[in-house]
């Protein structure tokens, strides 16, 4: 079975911080990374993908991917009250459609004033 | 921008009855997908679908889920007899293409099914 395991939070952190979201996975072959943000009753929204060891960035948001460890995170930088959300990391394992991810539980972030 | 919408936004049925859920993928896309969320759960892969017929499929869809692309817009899933436990939300996904570079999925605002 394959799992992707998240710290299901919440996380706090003040206006400004900068979030740190985990995420390990199961599956050594797993390929493609992937970070969604999903706002209460709301569909998931993606946020950045790796695929590649090492670190990518895209604005306030970093990704990092150490497949040795088999482990993902995401840096949200200079946090913000609308990032307050929950942060799903998804996984495809590859050898299949890359469309079939499979998720964590999720991360709730709460960023205060 | 173009969206994947999907109706109904919620639907209240009774246990054993046929529930239709209808999506309308982004126009250009060629992969569609459904996903499933109970309340408080994970998002859960359900089907895959490309070129009119079934990719890739999960435990979950069994023989009780059908999927259907009836037109050259629309792509439903179908839950023939419904139970307690198909309550949930339902996603209905599209990607342009199938790689791990630029396959991002973009998710409709889900379908609340409640079976009472």
């Known amino acids: 079975q394959k799992e992707v395991e998240q710290n299901s939070g919440p996380l706090s952190v003040p206006e400004g911080a900068i979030a740190s979201l985990n995420c390990t996975y199961s599956?050594?072959?797993?390929?493609?990374f992937f970070w969604y943000r999903q706002y209460s009753g709301k569909s998931p929204e993606l946020i950045m993908f790796?695929?590649?060891?090492g670190d990518k960035e895209d604005g306030r948001f970093t990704a990092q991917l150490n497949k040795a460890s088999q482990y993902v995170s995401l840096l949200i930088r200079d946090s913000q009250p609308s990032d307050s959300a929950t942060y799903l990391c998804?996984?495809?394992?590859?050898?299949?459609?890359?469309?079939?991810?499979?998720f964590g539980q999720g991360t709730i972030l709460t960023v205060h004033p | 921008e173009p969206e994947v919408t999907q109706t109904p936004s919620h639907q209240v049925t009774q246990m054993g009855q046929e529930v239709i859920l209808r999506c309308v993928p982004i126009?250009?896309?060629?992969?569609f997908y459904w996903y499933r969320q109970i309340l408080g759960q994970k998002v859960e892969f359900l089907v895959s679908?490309?070129?009119?017929?079934?990719?890739?499929k999960s435990e979950i869809f069994d023989d009780q889920f059908s999927v259907e692309r009836p037109d050259g817009s629309n792509f439903t899933l179908k839950i023939r007899s419904t139970k307690l436990e198909d309550s949930a939300m339902y996603f209905c996904?599209?990607?342009?293409?199938?790689?791990?570079?630029?396959?991002?999925?973009?998710f409709g605002e889900g379908s609340r099914l409640t079976v009472l």
């Open positions: 679908f490309y070129n009119n017929e079934i990719s890739e």
């Open positions: 996904a599209s990607s342009e293409v199938d790689r791990e570079d630029t396959g991002e999925l973009f």
């Open positions: 126009s250009n896309h060629l992969y």
């Open positions: 790796i695929y590649s060891n």
């Open positions: 599956d050594r072959g797993s390929q493609s």
């Open positions: 998804a996984v495809n394992a590859g050898g299949t459609s890359y469309g079939k991810l499979t």
